[in-house]
């Protein structure tokens, strides 16, 4: 299954589902990171951790950990929203 | 208007939510609440509306406690304000939040005016959604407005107003405007307490919370949160839920509660809480849809993006963020220094003048506590005030423009290798300018064993008032162009030892699973002149308060512990009873010579090679000791008897009876004694160091205290002094706050000693390899 952590930078998906501890999850889900939205891998860190997306117009970083628990589908290079 | 949206509020209504806020609490007037999502701006508006200087920064977590405000309204009715520590939903993960949320469900505010950011008011009404459930009576205030405005958004404010049954208005907060127009809506908001309308999720969301709310004991709670707890309940909330268990009657409720989630689950095949955050978000959208007439243009952030792909750039981004640190030291160092001097030499001239009051020779002690004691050591202080300012308006910038959030980001992974964390970043930061409020500033970590391992390693991150330190030693000991490398060298060795001891806990006492790590990263925005200046004013002006107060009382207290008692008699007035010495009146100093004579004063021994002709003072003592006749010029007479004073003194004697302890460190009695009092507040070393060499010295227009740290001491005392200084005990309101935000005295106490033993045994190693490699 793809997640967000399998992005490469300037890649875009649509989020399916968030798997993650019921804390952090309720946390992401928070942030507008809930299924049906599309989210972009904008940069990673200097070691390729964490990483860096956009969605709904912010900036949010998440570590791998945490992209792990973000199911995607429907992965295209950004800018070419439809 | 539907007929639900009569939920009227009523005057304090008991206890909110059993267990939760300190309800009930007398109050005349009235009292609003300011909520909103992180970095919104709430910290803007609250200063825009009371006139205060609360700390405002470009991310998320500045606020992490309730602050209290007044203003007053149109007609002149006074308000109490509330800001709150930033929130994205009603959910408590760490402590900051739980503030937030707590008072919101207290139903102790007249009004909660919502601020959202309008750049971002997809996740931004979330909250205002959620606080729509408990019946409040809302204002929405719209903030940075100027950046929505210049992305092209464009919105309907009347059809809002309408749609969400609450005054809705614009502001932009940094620039004071709309403020005016806030107030009235507060006003609107209060002359007609209608609550907003009520939320609608959807019709299979609203059964099913509709249900569990007739499921509710009516003693469960205030009633108009009814909704909010119900939506609680069907999310599975574990706090809600254990607190409703507990709670009497409640246990056939509890099941019959379950049996509606599971069969709203499996009509839908998501889970509950997933299906209300959605609700959530699709109101919101819903919303959006109908007011928002324009929507911002697809490049609104490219300016910001622009700036990331240099500053944050995978690559580049840490060795600038490693230039930006060394930027700020040097400029702490190099652009304070003439400022410095000239202070300095104010603070001498009025050492002279005071002393000037009094005939020539006089040993009033007045004299002595105001030259010695306040000028000597209050002045000692505030002569770094400039570099102070500069260090703060460089952190001012940092904190200001967004790079902060950024910086952050760059470290995570190297945080974590430590077991620290990205969040555990900021709280650092801000220890470069205090270490409580980089204490306070953990609040914003979700996980208690992150929290402790920032909290504890802290004091570590070489903070302001230390820097008083170092602008005394470090020029005292090396030559120009080593200095603001040392400066930045220091700051380098307290992190690097920071994330050890942080590694070090993680792997022992706070072993535990890795705490997540999901950060926003606002905009950059520029920061305004008159908030970057009241910033750095806020701050030089505690620093001269503190030099004013604690300081100068424990100055005093120090000067007395030093000047008493006093020795009584003296070993050369002896030796001139027995016509061993012969005291002569001092040469006139001419051009060059004083220097000379003065360090000819000094009783050091070692240092008698500065007088190129005869032995020294202490030898020609010996000389006299034998019953030889030696000369002594009157000078040197008066330093000899200064010393013996010194060492007869209440600090004198302390500090003597310590010295075995700290000899193997390479420290003195003197520094002994500056490093007790270093413990109240850490720039009292600076002052005790000159209140000692002001004591010990007879020439007003002395040499400086630091070409006398020179002259009495090697660089390698220097450098082990400045390394125990900066790991030692941290001050006595690091303690106080440690003990406050972990709840417990071990942690505290745990500090103090863990930290003083590590600044033993760095500054023993450094030391005596130091002298075995012939330092
Ligand atoms: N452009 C613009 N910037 C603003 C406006 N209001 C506030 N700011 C800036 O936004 C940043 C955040 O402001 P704060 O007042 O600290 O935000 P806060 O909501 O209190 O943040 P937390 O305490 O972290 O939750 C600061 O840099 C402000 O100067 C506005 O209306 N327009
Ligand atoms: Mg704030």
Not at chain 2, 84 to 102: F, I, K, N
Not at chain 2, 188 to 202: F, H, K, M
């Amino acid at each position: 299954m793809t997640t967000l952590a399998n992005l490469s930078v300037g890649q875009s998906a649509r989020i399916t589902g968030i798997q993650a501890a019921p804390g952090i999850r309720q946390r992401i889900l928070d942030m507008g990171l809930i299924p049906d939205i599309r989210v972009t891998l904008e940069r990673v860190g200097p070691t390729g951790r964490p990483i860096w997306i956009a969605c709904h117009g912010s900036q949010i970083a998440l570590r791998l950990d945490e992209a792990t628990g973000i199911l995607v589908d429907d992965v295209k290079v950004a800018g070419d929203n439809s | 208007m539907n007929a639900e949206a009569e939920v009227k509020k009523e005057a304090p209504v008991e206890v909110a939510v059993e267990g939760s806020a300190q309800a009930g609490a007398s109050r005349d007037g009235l009292r609003i609440a300011l909520a909103g999502n992180p970095n919104c701006g709430k910290t803007t508006i609250f200063n825009a509306l009371t006139g205060a200087h609360q700390k405002v920064g470009n991310y998320p977590g500045v606020t992490v406690e309730r602050r209290d405000g007044r203003f007053e309204l149109g007609d002149g009715r006074g308000v109490a304000l509330v800001d709150l520590p930033g929130t994205y939903s009603l959910t408590s993960l760490s402590p900051e939040e739980r503030v937030a949320q707590d008072e919101l469900l207290s139903g102790e505010n007249d009004v909660i005016v919502v601020v959202a950011d309008s750049t971002n008011l997809n996740r931004n009404l979330v909250l205002l959604a959620q606080i729509m459930q408990m019946g409040a009576n809302l204002v929405l205030c719209l903030n940075m407005a100027d950046e929505a405005r210049a992305s092209g958004q464009v919105l309907d404010l009347a059809q809002m107003e309408k749609l969400l049954g609450c005054p809705v208005v614009e502001t932009v907060g940094h620039k004071r405007q709309g403020i005016d127009a806030l107030k009235a809506a507060i006003d609107r908001a209060l002359a007609s307490p209608r609550a907003s309308r009520r939320l609608v999720l959807g019709e299979r969301l609203d059964n099913a919370i509709g249900q569990i709310r007739a499921l509710i004991p009516a003693d469960f709670g205030r009633p108009e949160i009814a909704d909010w707890v119900a939506t609680k309940l069907l999310m599975g909330d574990a706090e809600t839920t254990s607190r409703f268990l507990a709670h009497k009657g409640s246990a056939s409720a509890a099941s019959e509660i379950a049996a509606v989630r599971a069969r709203i689950e499996s009509e839908t095949g998501h889970d509950a809480p997933l299906l209300v955050t959605e609700g959530y978000f699709a109101f919101v959208d819903g919303l959006l849809r109908e007011v928002m007439t324009q929507r911002s243009r697809a490049d609104a952030r490219a300016l910001t993006e622009k700036i990331d792909a240099v500053l944050a750039h995978r690559v580049l981004g840490l060795p600038i963020f490693a230039a930006a640190m060394y930027a700020i030291f040097w400029i702490t160092f190099t652009i304070g220094d003439p400022f410095m001097g000239w202070i300095e030499e104010g603070f001498g001239w009025l050492g002279g003048w005071v002393g000037g009051l009094w005939p020539e020779g006089s040993d009033s002690l007045l004299r002595s506590l105001l030259v010695d004691g306040v000028i000597g050591g209050v002045g000692g202080v505030v002569v770094f005030l400039p570099n102070i300012l500069l260090l703060f308006a460089c952190l001012a910038v940092l904190e200001d423009t967004g790079y902060m959030a950024r910086a952050a980001f760059l470290v995570d992974q190297l945080m974590h290798r430590f077991g620290l964390h990205g969040k555990s970043f900021i709280p650092m930061m801000t220890g470069f300018g205090c270490t409580v409020p980089g204490i306070m500033a953990t609040r914003t970590m979700e996980n208690e064993r992150d929290r402790l391992a920032t909290m504890f390693v802290l004091p570590l991150v070489s903070c302001g008032a230390r820097m008083p330190i170092w602008l005394l030693l470090i020029p005292a000991f090396f030559p120009q162009t080593w200095r603001a490398p040392m400066l930045f060298g220091v700051y380098a060795v307290g992190i690097v030892l920071a994330l050890l001891v942080a590694l070090l806990l993680r792997k022992t006492v706070l072993r535990g699973d890795d705490a997540p790590f999901v950060m926003e990263l606002p905009p950059y925005r520029l920061p305004t002149l008159r908030g970057a200046l009241t910033k750095v004013a806020e701050r030089g002006w505690l620093y001269l308060k503190k030099a004013g107060t604690i300081i100068l009382a424990v100055s005093i207290v120090l000067w007395a512990m030093t000047t008493f008692p006093k020795a009584g008699s003296y070993e050369v007035d002896k030796l001139a009873a027995a016509g061993h010495v012969e005291i002569v009146a001092d040469p006139e100093p001419s051009e060059g010579e004083g220097e000379e004579a003065k360090e000819g004063g000094d009783a050091k021994e070692d240092k008698g090679a500065a007088e190129p002709a005869g032995p020294s003072l202490a030898e020609r003592l010996a000389m006299a000791q034998k019953g030889e006749k030696v000369t002594l010029l009157q000078s040197e007479a008066d330093a000899r008897n200064a010393e013996e004073d010194l060492n007869a003194s209440l600090a004198g004697k302390i500090g003597h009876a310590l010295e075995p302890v700290f000899k193997p460190l390479g420290f003195d009695w003197k520094m002994v004694t500056a490093m007790l009092g270093a413990f109240a507040a850490k720039e009292v070393f600076v002052a005790q160091m000159g209140i000692i060499y002001s004591l010990g010295e007879v020439d007003e227009s002395s040499e400086s205290l630091q070409a006398t740290l020179r002259s009495d001491y090697s660089p390698l005392v220097g450098v082990s002094l400045m390394l125990f200084l900066l790991i030692s005990a941290p001050c006595m309101a690091t303690i106080a706050v440690t003990k406050r935000e972990s709840n417990s005295w071990k942690w505290a106490l745990g500090q103090l000693g863990g930290l003083t033993a590590l600044a033993y045994i760095v500054s023993l190693v450094v030391f005596q390899v130091g002298r075995l490699l012939g330092f």
